[in-house]
């Protein structure tokens, strides 16, 4: 079965970075889409950037011009690159990867954006 893994969640300060990586196993065959959405407490959990096997990207309103999706198809992995973090940033990140017509969530990993 695929099994999709995300890392690079911590604690960082308003205006840093962060860069998160998801890696995906159990299959050969390149994914559709891959996305990261996020969730913070309270909230629906939204979609934050989508990347399609073409390469085409499409970003939530609240992150263009800072943070950046990319991914490496013969590694089954996709990035997420984020740039002058705030704190509305803060929330649960999940990784997601579409297979024809199913879809794969990773675990999470948290996003903490503070002074």
């Known amino acids: 079965q695929v099994q999709l893994v995300e890392s690079g969640g911590g604690l960082v300060q308003p205006g840093g970075s962060l860069r998160l990586s998801c890696a995906a196993s159990?299959?050969?065959?390149?994914?559709?889409?891959m996305s990261w959405y996020r969730q913070a407490p309270g909230k629906q959990r939204e979609l934050v950037a989508l990347?399609?096997?073409?390469?085409?990207?499409n970003y939530a309103d609240s992150v263009k011009g800072r943070f950046t999706i990319s991914r490496d198809n013969a590694k089954n992995t996709v990035y997420l690159q984020m740039n002058s973090l705030k704190p509305e940033d803060t929330a649960v990140y999940y990784c997601?990867?579409?297979?024809?017509?199913?879809?794969?969530w990773g675990q999470g990993t948290q996003v903490t954006v503070s002074s």
């Open positions: 997601n990867a579409r297979k024809f017509v199913t879809p794969y």
């Open positions: 990347i399609t096997s073409g390469g085409t990207t």
């Open positions: 159990g299959s050969i065959f390149s994914f559709n889409d």
